[in-house]
Protein backbone atom coordinates (compact mmCIF):
# COMPACT_ATOMS: atom_id res chain seq x y z
CA UNK A 1 0.00 0.00 0.00
CA UNK A 2 1.06 3.47 -0.73
CA UNK A 3 -0.41 6.28 1.11
CA UNK A 4 0.09 8.59 -1.16
CA UNK A 5 -2.55 11.88 -1.08
CA UNK A 6 -1.46 15.05 0.44
CA UNK A 7 -2.30 18.66 -0.20
CA UNK A 8 -0.83 22.02 1.19
CA UNK A 9 -1.99 25.30 2.92
CA UNK A 10 -0.05 27.73 4.11
CA UNK A 11 0.10 31.13 5.76
CA UNK A 12 0.53 32.57 9.46
CA UNK A 13 -0.99 31.22 12.63
CA UNK A 14 -3.38 33.76 13.44
CA UNK A 15 -4.75 34.25 9.99
CA UNK A 16 -5.26 30.52 9.29
CA UNK A 17 -8.78 29.35 9.06
CA UNK A 18 -9.97 26.05 11.06
CA UNK A 19 -11.59 24.59 8.13
CA UNK A 20 -8.04 25.12 6.12
CA UNK A 21 -6.75 23.30 9.05
CA UNK A 22 -9.18 20.63 9.49
CA UNK A 23 -8.49 19.69 5.33
CA UNK A 24 -5.20 19.56 5.59
CA UNK A 25 -5.54 16.93 8.38
CA UNK A 26 -8.39 15.13 7.14
CA UNK A 27 -6.74 14.36 3.93
CA UNK A 28 -2.34 14.19 5.12
CA UNK A 29 -3.41 12.38 8.36
CA UNK A 30 -6.29 10.81 8.56
CA UNK A 31 -6.29 9.49 4.90
CA UNK A 32 -2.84 7.55 5.57
CA UNK A 33 -5.21 5.96 9.18
CA UNK A 34 -8.31 4.91 7.03
CA UNK A 35 -6.13 3.28 3.63
CA UNK A 36 -4.22 1.93 6.29
CA UNK A 37 -7.29 -0.17 8.32
CA UNK A 38 -8.61 -1.01 5.12
CA UNK A 39 -5.49 -2.74 3.95
CA UNK A 40 -4.20 -4.41 6.60
CA UNK A 41 -6.81 -7.14 7.00
CA UNK A 42 -5.45 -8.22 3.41
CA UNK A 43 -1.51 -7.32 4.24
CA UNK A 44 -1.88 -9.87 7.26
CA UNK A 45 -1.93 -12.44 4.75
CA UNK A 46 0.01 -11.38 1.77
CA UNK A 47 4.05 -11.84 1.26
CA UNK A 48 6.36 -9.20 1.59
CA UNK A 49 3.60 -6.70 3.02
CA UNK A 50 4.15 -3.54 3.10
CA UNK A 51 3.08 0.21 3.84
CA UNK A 52 4.67 3.21 2.65
CA UNK A 53 3.37 6.53 3.67
CA UNK A 54 4.00 9.89 1.74
CA UNK A 55 5.39 12.52 4.82
CA UNK A 56 7.56 15.34 3.82
CA UNK A 57 10.92 17.17 4.87
CA UNK A 58 8.23 19.14 6.63
CA UNK A 59 7.14 16.65 8.92
CA UNK A 60 10.82 16.69 10.36
CA UNK A 61 11.52 20.34 10.37
CA UNK A 62 8.60 23.31 10.71
CA UNK A 63 8.69 25.93 8.46
CA UNK A 64 6.83 29.30 9.11
CA UNK A 65 3.65 29.94 8.10
CA UNK A 66 2.58 26.23 7.29
CA UNK A 67 2.06 24.87 10.80
CA UNK A 68 -0.80 22.74 8.93
CA UNK A 69 0.89 21.36 6.62
CA UNK A 70 3.78 20.69 8.96
CA UNK A 71 2.10 19.76 11.52
CA UNK A 72 0.20 16.74 9.39
CA UNK A 73 3.60 15.57 8.23
CA UNK A 74 4.86 15.22 11.41
CA UNK A 75 1.97 13.02 12.72
CA UNK A 76 2.55 11.09 9.35
CA UNK A 77 5.84 10.22 10.25
CA UNK A 78 4.36 9.53 14.00
CA UNK A 79 1.85 7.42 12.73
CA UNK A 80 4.35 5.51 10.03
CA UNK A 81 6.66 4.74 13.05
CA UNK A 82 3.40 3.53 15.23
CA UNK A 83 2.02 1.37 13.16
CA UNK A 84 5.66 -0.47 12.49
CA UNK A 85 5.84 -1.08 15.90
CA UNK A 86 2.21 -2.77 16.14
CA UNK A 87 2.47 -4.39 12.55
CA UNK A 88 5.85 -6.20 12.72
CA UNK A 89 4.65 -9.05 14.54
CA UNK A 90 2.48 -9.28 11.12
CA UNK A 91 5.45 -8.83 8.91
CA UNK A 92 3.84 -6.35 7.75
CA UNK A 93 6.51 -3.42 6.97
CA UNK A 94 5.56 0.32 7.26
CA UNK A 95 7.88 3.59 6.42
CA UNK A 96 7.79 6.70 4.95
CA UNK A 97 9.41 9.01 2.17
CA UNK A 98 9.76 12.84 2.88
CA UNK A 99 10.11 14.15 -0.02
CA UNK A 100 12.12 17.89 -0.38
CA UNK A 101 11.56 20.01 -2.98
CA UNK A 102 9.81 18.13 -5.98
CA UNK A 103 8.23 19.96 -8.98
CA UNK A 104 5.03 19.07 -8.70
CA UNK A 105 1.50 21.53 -8.99
CA UNK A 106 1.96 21.70 -4.92
CA UNK A 107 5.10 23.47 -5.61
CA UNK A 108 4.74 25.60 -8.76
CA UNK A 109 1.08 25.97 -8.11
CA UNK A 110 0.77 27.08 -4.89
CA UNK A 111 3.95 27.65 -2.62
CA UNK A 112 5.84 29.58 -5.32
CA UNK A 113 3.28 31.80 -6.05
CA UNK A 114 2.69 32.68 -1.98
CA UNK A 115 6.66 32.32 -1.34
CA UNK A 116 6.85 35.30 -4.52
CA UNK A 117 3.97 37.44 -3.46
CA UNK A 118 6.20 37.49 0.62
CA UNK A 119 9.18 38.31 -1.30
CA UNK A 120 10.57 41.51 -2.74
CA UNK A 121 12.84 39.41 -5.10
CA UNK A 122 10.84 36.56 -6.91
CA UNK A 123 12.58 34.23 -8.47
CA UNK A 124 11.53 30.81 -10.62
CA UNK A 125 11.48 27.19 -9.26
CA UNK A 126 15.11 26.82 -10.25
CA UNK A 127 16.51 29.59 -8.58
CA UNK A 128 14.29 29.28 -5.29
CA UNK A 129 15.48 25.27 -5.21
CA UNK A 130 19.13 26.10 -5.79
CA UNK A 131 18.84 28.51 -2.84
CA UNK A 132 17.29 25.67 -0.71
CA UNK A 133 18.71 22.36 -1.62
CA UNK A 134 22.80 21.70 -1.20
CA UNK A 135 23.18 19.64 -4.55
CA UNK A 136 21.27 22.77 -5.99
CA UNK A 137 18.73 20.53 -7.61
CA UNK A 138 15.04 19.65 -6.80
CA UNK A 139 13.88 16.34 -6.71
CA UNK A 140 11.47 14.46 -9.38
CA UNK A 141 8.89 12.44 -9.06
CA UNK A 142 11.12 9.62 -10.08
CA UNK A 143 12.87 10.02 -7.09
CA UNK A 144 9.75 9.41 -5.28
CA UNK A 145 9.04 6.21 -6.85
CA UNK A 146 12.61 5.09 -6.49
CA UNK A 147 12.47 5.78 -2.93
CA UNK A 148 8.87 3.73 -2.70
CA UNK A 149 10.12 0.99 -4.73
CA UNK A 150 13.27 0.31 -2.17
CA UNK A 151 11.01 0.67 0.95
CA UNK A 152 8.14 -1.79 -0.65
CA UNK A 153 11.08 -4.43 -1.35
CA UNK A 154 13.65 -3.88 1.55
CA UNK A 155 12.36 -6.70 3.99
CA UNK A 156 14.72 -5.79 6.58
CA UNK A 157 13.24 -2.09 6.70
CA UNK A 158 10.47 -1.03 9.32
CA UNK A 159 9.68 2.41 11.13
CA UNK A 160 12.12 4.97 8.85
CA UNK A 161 11.08 8.19 7.52
CA UNK A 162 13.68 8.22 4.51
CA UNK A 163 14.02 12.03 3.14
CA UNK A 164 14.90 12.53 -0.29
CA UNK A 165 15.72 15.77 -0.47
CA UNK A 166 19.09 16.75 -1.79
CA UNK A 167 20.96 17.17 1.38
CA UNK A 168 18.14 19.63 2.95
CA UNK A 169 18.18 17.18 6.07
CA UNK A 170 21.23 15.87 7.53
CA UNK A 171 21.72 13.66 9.90
Same mark, same amino acid.
Request: charged share 15%; proline share 4%.
Given at each position: ????????? @??????? @??????????????????????????????????????????????????????? @????????????????????????????????????????????????????????????????????????????????????????????????????
Amino acid at each position: LVNNAGIVD @SGPITEF @SEAAWDQIFAVNTKGIFLMSKAAIPHLRVAENASIVNTASIAGKKGMQNMAAYCG @SKFAAIGITQSMAMELATDKIRVNAICPGIVGTAMWLDHLMPKNNAASDSPVDFSTRAAQLIPMGEPQTADDMADAVLYLARASAVTGIALTIAGGMEMN
